[in-house]
Structure formats: structure tokens, C-alpha cells
């Protein structure tokens, strides 16, 4: 009989947090290093406000240094990557944050570039895209690496061992550069056969029902119905979209509908309480990587 699992990404990421929080402690008895994340965020948009203000709360919680910078939305691209380069230098700071989107003047390409590959803790410089893709060691995304780790666990408890996963087939909805792609490159490292859908995909629906694993990172809401899934598929839902309901109040969804997809699947993340808490909990152990270099 097919078991209808949730998998709590929030209980995940406080565990994870507080093992952090235990690495943190011990990298300052023994060599006497905090690690310190900073984060610039350029402008003021309301959504990105709220995620830079609970990344320095959850910075500080675990024992490392929060540094923000807030520049105005005015500031030219130079002043941005003044501030970069005095941070590259700087020996207290360990990870380099810039909070997207960046106004519209600005080249995200650039300004991501930019940050020393040593302190791109959120895994977008296109070194650190390059090292993933190759096998070499470097900084993964933070959102990937959240959805790897919890998969990991899953699969883990199933059949433990070094690849729990190796020859799964999973389908990934959506290609973007700090989702999708890295997703692939994670999971063909599991040793799992990858297919990637997107936007211009013929018969998406037949190719998701391939998936024992399904990662949804889409951007649309409930787009993942349960006849699109096969029994017993394993479901991590990325999206974070906001509705409006009948009633003028608004709610967070994901790409998946949840309710029938719960009833299909053997395990599945829910929105919220998924794959979100496990994103900054993953930008702080990329932190706490970079200071124990
Ligand atoms: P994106 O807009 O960069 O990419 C979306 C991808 O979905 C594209 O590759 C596109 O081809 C594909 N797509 C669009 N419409 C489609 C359709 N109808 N069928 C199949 N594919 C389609 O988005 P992103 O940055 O990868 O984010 C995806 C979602 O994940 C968004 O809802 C975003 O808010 C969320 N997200 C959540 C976290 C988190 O921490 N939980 C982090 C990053 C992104």
C-alpha cells in the first residue's frame, strides 16, 4: 500500500540550523573564526526586505556575523561593485550575498561575477555553475542543495548507503539557472536519470509521469495535478506563488496541487514548510563551509 508522507522542510532546516549553530561554536573555540555572511540589498523592494531582514536574523541565531548593507536604488552599478570588491577584501566576511532582482539598470550577469568565487555562498557566479557541472568542489545553490538534502534523507531511510538514489528517474519542471539547471547537475551526481521540462516542452504531462522523483520549480501556480504523477512518486514542490482567494485575502501555493498530488504521491513538501526554510538554512551552512576553509 502506498504511504502518504509530508516531508516537513521546516523541521529539517531548524535541525540543520542548530547543527550549524554546534559547527559555529566549535570553528571559534578551536581557531578562533566566526563566520560572517553579508548581504546587499539594492533598493526597496518589499518582498526582498522581508528575506534579507530573516537571513541576518537567522545568521545571527546561529552564532555567525550578520553584516547589511542597504544602498539606494539610485546607486550606480559602480558604487555596487565598489562595495563587492572592498568586501572580497575584506577577511572578516566568508560568504557575499547581493539580493535579486537588482534594479533595472543594473547587469545582474556582472554584479553576480563579481563576487570572489570564494565567498559566492549563494552558488550563482558562473564559476561556481561550472565547477558544479563539472564535479568539482565549489558552492551550490542554495535552493538545489535544500532540495538534494532532504531527498537524501528520504531516500536514505529506504535503502541507506553512500547513492540512495542511483538509478532513480527524476523529472524536473523548470530550467532556470538557480533551480532547474543545478537540480539536474545534483541529481546526475546521485546517479539518477534526469529529465529537464520547461515552457516549450511537447507532452509535458506524460514525461512528469516518468518521475519517481518530481521537483516542480515552476513559478505557476498548482500547476502539477495527480494525473501528471506517477503512484508513489516522490514530490518537491520549489514554487512560491501568492493567489488571491474569494474572499480578498491572499495565500502561498505552490507549483503542485498539494491535495490531490498528496493523495498519489508517497512523499511530498508542502507549501509553506518545504523547500523555503531549507533555502537560508543551506545559504548559512555554505557560510559556515566558506569560514572553515
Ligand atoms: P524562473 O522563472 O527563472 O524559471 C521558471 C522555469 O519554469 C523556466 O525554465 C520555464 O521554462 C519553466 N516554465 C514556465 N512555465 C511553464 C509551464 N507552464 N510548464 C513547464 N515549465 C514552465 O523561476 P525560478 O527562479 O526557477 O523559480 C521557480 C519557482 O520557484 C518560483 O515560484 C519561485 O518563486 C520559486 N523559488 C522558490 C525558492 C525557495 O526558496 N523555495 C527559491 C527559488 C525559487
Known amino acids: 500500500m502506498t504511504q502518504h508522507q509530508i516531508i516537513d522542510g521546516k523541521a529539517f532546516a531548524e535541525n540543520l540550523r542548530g547543527d550549524i549553530a554546534k559547527r559555529v561554536a566549535a570553528l571559534k573555540t578551536a581557531k578562533n573564526i566566526i563566520p560572517g555572511l553579508a548581504v546587499i540589498l539594492v533598493g526597496r523592494n518589499p518582498a526582498s526586505e522581508v528575506y534579507v531582514k530573516n537571513k541576518a536574523k537567522q545568521t545571527k541565531e546561529v552564532g555567525m556575523n550578520s553584516y547589511e548593507f542597504h544602498m539606494q536604488d539610485t546607486a550606480t552599478e559602480a558604487e555596487l561593485l565598489a562595495k ?9 566576511v566568508h560568504g557575499i550575498l547581493v539580493q535579486l532582482p537588482l534594479p533595472k539598470h543594473m547587469h545582474e550577469t556582472a554584479v553576480i561575477n563579481a563576487i570572489s568565487p570564494d565567498k559566492d555562498v549563494d552558488g550563482f557566479h558562473v564559476i561556481s555553475a561550472g565547477r558544479l557541472a563539472t564535479g568539482h568542489t565549489g558552492f551550490v545553490p542554495c535552493t538545489p542543495l535544500g532540495c538534494m538534502m532532504m531527498l537524501r534523507d528520504h531516500f536514505n531511510k529506504a535503502s541507506p548507503g553512500a ?13 532556470s539557472n538557480i533551480v532547474g539547471k543545478p ?4 541529481l546526475l551526481k546521485e546517479d539518477c536519470t534526469v529529465t529537464v521540462v520547461h515552457s516549450k516542452t511537447k507532452d509535458i504531462e506524460q514525461l512528469v509521469q516518468m518521475g519517481d522523483i518530481v521537483i516542480a520549480a515552476v513559478g ?22 501568492r493567489i488571491a482567494l474569494p474572499d480578498g485575502k491572499t495565500k502561498l501555493v505552490g507549483d503542485v496541487a498539494f491535495h490531490e498530488c498528496f493523495q498519489v504521491a508517497s512523499a511530498i513538501t508542502p507549501v509553506p514548510g518545504g523547500v523555503g526554510p531549507m533555502t537560508i538554512a543551506c545559504l548559512l551552512e555554505n557560510t559556515l563551509q566558506s569560514a572553515s576553509k
Not at 163 to 175: E, S, T
Not at 183 to 186: C, S, T, V
Open 84 to 92: 563587492i570588491d572592498e568586501l572580497n577584501k575584506d577577511t572578516n
Open 220 to 241: 505557476q501556480p498548482e500547476l502539477v495535478k495527480h494525473n501528471w504523477l506517477k503512484k508513489g512518486a516522490v514530490v518537491i514542490d520549489v514554487g512560491i506563488n
Open 183 to 186: 537540480m539536474a547537475q545534483l
Open 163 to 175: 547513492k540512495p538514489l542511483a538509478g532513480l528517474h527524476a523529472v524536473i519542471i523548470g530550467r
